[in-house]
């Protein structure tokens, strides 16, 4: 089979690897516009279950990268002067360079031609073969080219963002909040080699404008930004390797992720050019190669390209659709960051380190016990607001349907699903006159709810008491005040109401109160 692969990064490269092992016979051309010893960034980090994967998949680039990389365990927030460590997250770095020559030399090792400081300007220069490989990156040619089959998305988030490195030393993946004049700062940061740590630096637009970013040279953008990190650099510099360019992040996502015509060389996507993970749940780079190992993997099981391609996107891109909606959480909580600066540093870092929920209470605890003990104590000293724990608050902010179950006059149980509301002291749902569960709630007024959180089913408040009333007043009001919350419209609509339709409120005594996360 002849492969062209446009685009000599991660997943490109680890592609050809990986069909080359395969199949020696295989004839692969890679195809980057960049030189070898080029590159923009500094650092890239993986976890240990990710360098796990790779080990099984190729030793010998794994062995290199174990003798590259920098190991570290922490993650380490800083916070109103306060610098918090968090353990259990081993994360290996190494500079991204490094990484690339790796796969070079392994690329070479096995046969693959590699063809350097050539810019790809028309995809149907290279259309003779068996498949054209996509991956050349976020602003891939190869999408573009078959955008009318693929249907790409791009969305613009808001932050400004720019890539750096420091000769300062950063332990772990740092995290930084910093309020300066001109407004709030984030930095991203860890140490990927014996000399250098990356560091990004986040911000809102408003402080990038403020700043005056647009009209500064790179030299005065880097020293502007060790200015304001100045204590935490020790004076150090910030450094620029080819890429000083404040970008915003791009979230992309392909409906289709691969093109096979009637005739002619058969294209799929891989990497960035697919779909783009926030730097901030460091997930890119791993993305991009575990892609190139599905792919691969699907060569083995299927006979035909054709068959290949279809398979790839069906066992892929449910996985990638979960790491991209943790990484939109993650992002979209840095977007809105300011809202949870005025909490103490050790609640900001647990509403920090589960921002993605992918980690919650107990996968922290695991982490890092002290921690998560320190947290709790914290939770345990604070007033309690209401009946309903406030880590379990923000299921009456969501969409969460609650199953509530009645009592039929025979006495066999009942259950409806409901919308479903908090007022600081009771349970709220909203009903009409007339139905099955108002019957009950108006005879037998005792309630069981149960109140799933709608992004992790495992996670849940049951409820228990009695309806210690039930009024019609402000109901309709409320319904619409519900309508703004699950529909998003600002009244609920005439439509989905009966004729003479009449609402109440019911008001629910939370009595006992069962809260479950066991997984987070
Ligand atoms: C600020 C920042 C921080 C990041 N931090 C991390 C991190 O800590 N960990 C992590 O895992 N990931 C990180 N990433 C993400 C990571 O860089 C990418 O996700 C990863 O490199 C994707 O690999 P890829 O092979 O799909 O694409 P790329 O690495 O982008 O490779 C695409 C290649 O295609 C080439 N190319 C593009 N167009 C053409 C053309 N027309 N002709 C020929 N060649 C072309 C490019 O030169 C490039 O070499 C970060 C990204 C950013 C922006």
């Not at 005439?494 to 004729?499: C, G, K, N, W």
Request: charged share 25%; hydrophobic share 40%; glycine share 6%.
């Amino acid at each position: 089979m002849k492969i062209n692969i446009l685009g000599g990064g991660p997943a490109g490269l680890y592609f050809a690897i990986l069909m080359k092992k395969h199949d020696p016979s295989h004839e692969i051309n890679v195809v980057e516009r960049d030189g070898p010893n080029d590159t923009f960034g500094w650092g890239i980090v993986f976890s240990e279950t990710t360098l796990d994967n790779f080990a099984q998949y190729d030793r010998e680039t794994y062995a290199e990268f174990m003798n590259a990389g920098q190991m570290r365990d922490f993650v380490v927030v800083r916070h109103k002067d306060e610098t918090i460590h968090i353990g259990g997250n081993p994360i290996m770095g190494v500079a991204r360079l490094r990484w690339l020559q790796i796969l070079h030399k392994r690329c070479r090792e096995l046969g693959v031609t590699l063809r350097f400081n050539t810019n790809v300007t028309d995809v149907s220069d290279y259309l003779d073969c068996d498949l054209l490989v996509g991956a050349d990156g976020a602003n891939s040619l190869v999408r573009k080219a078959y955008e009318a089959f693929l249907m790409p998305s791009i969305e613009i988030r808001q932050n400004k963002f720019i890539w750096l490195g420091t000769e300062q030393s950063f332990d772990g993946l740092t995290m930084m909040f910093k309020p300066a004049e001109v407004g709030l700062f984030i930095s991203h940061s860890y140490r990927f080699s014996e000399t250098h740590s990356t560091f990004i630096v986040e911000c809102p637009p408003e402080t990038w404008l403020k700043a005056g970013f647009e009209k500064m040279s790179d030299d005065e953008t880097c020293a502007y930004l060790a200015n304001v990190w100045k204590e935490e650099l020790g004076g150090r510099s910030l450094l620029s390797n080819n890429f000083v360019r404040w970008l915003n992040f791009p979230l992309i996502k392909v409906r289709q992720w691969y093109h096979t015509p009637q005739s002619g060389a058969n294209i799929v996507l891989l990497g960035d050019t697919l779909h783009t993970a926030h730097f901030s749940i460091g997930s890119g780079t791993k993305l991009a190669m575990e892609d190139s190992i599905a792919l691969a993997d699907c060569f083995i099981r299927c006979d035909t390209v054709e068959a290949v391609l279809p398979e790839f996107q069906r066992v892929r891109k449910p996985v990638v659709d979960r790491f991209q909606a943790a990484a939109v959480r993650s992002l979209s909580w840095l977007e809105e960051v300011e809202k949870y600066l005025h909490l103490d540093p050790v609640p900001f870092t647990y509403r920090l380190m589960t921002r993605s929920k992918r980690v919650g209470f107990n996968r922290l605890k695991r982490a890092d016990p002290k921690f998560a003990d320190r947290y709790d104590a914290w939770r345990k000293a604070q007033p309690q607001h209401g009946p309903i724990p406030d880590e379990f608050l923000d299921l009456f902010q969501k969409k969460s349907f609650a199953h509530l179950a009645t009592l039929m006059p025979d006495g066999t149980p009942h259950v409806t699903s409901v919308y479903v509301d908090y007022d600081g002291k009771y349970i709220l749902i909203n009903s009409a006159r007339g139905r099955v569960k108002d019957k009950n709630m108006e005879q037998r007024r005792h309630v069981a709810i149960q109140i799933p959180d709608p992004d992790n089913t495992d996670r849940y408040l049951a409820i228990r008491g009695p309806v210690v009333e039930i009024t019609e007043e402000g109901a309709d009001a409320h319904l619409d005040q519900l309508a703004r919350r699950y529909l998003d419209k600002d009244f609920y609509p005439p439509s989905m109401r009966f004729p003479g339709e009449v609402r109440c409120i019911y008001k629910i005594e939370p009595k006992h109160v069962t809260t479950w996360n066991p997984f987070g």
